[in-house]
């Protein structure tokens, strides 16, 4: 399951757009363009454990690789960067219009810390794959204090 991450009281708005993009493209077969109250558009993501880490994948075709931003704050990974439209000069008229463009982020909430240090973020094929891996696990050892040594002995 994938948590956004809720900040103010103006996320109601954006709660009701997602919801009613959401029973849109239920109804209607496909995905709506309908923008948040920001005017960002939010590309699809995937969420997954795999092999000790959290992976996130992005579909964000149509971007150059340094226009991308991956920021960890907290426990949220946050992308974001913009698409631009190469026809923002010309006159069209569409016929079909099913691609966003223009500034997008992404939210998702990290359900464990991850190793900061150690975060992957790859750009390909219109993919951008982030690896946050989960902190090895370190095994603690009890010492035997004098009371359960002397008890052990008799």
């Given amino acids: 399951m994938l948590i956004v991450r809720r900040r103010s009281g103006r996320e109601l708005s954006r ?4 919801m009613e993009e959401l029973f849109r493209s239920m109804v209607v077969g496909s995905p709506s363009l309908a923008r948040t109250s920001f005017g960002r558009w939010r590309p699809r993501v995937e969420v997954y454990e795999s092999d000790g880490a959290l992976v996130v994948t992005a579909e964000v075709a149509g ?29 069209r008229t569409y016929y079909e219009m099913g691609i966003p463009y223009g500034p997008f982020e992404a939210e998702v909430f990290l359900p464990f810390t991850v190793v900061l240090d150690a975060v992957e973020a790859i750009y390909d094929n219109g993919f951008l794959r982030v690896t946050l891996p989960r902190p090895q696990a370190t095994r603690i050892v009890p010492r035997a204090t004098t009371a359960s040594t002397s008890k052990q002995e008799r």
């Fill in 15 to 18: 709660i009701q757009q997602e």
């Fill in 63 to 91: 971007i150059c690789e340094q226009d991308l931003s991956v920021v960890v704050d907290d426990s949220v990974l946050r992308i974001s960067g913009v698409r631009p439209n190469p026809a923002k000069d010309h006159k």
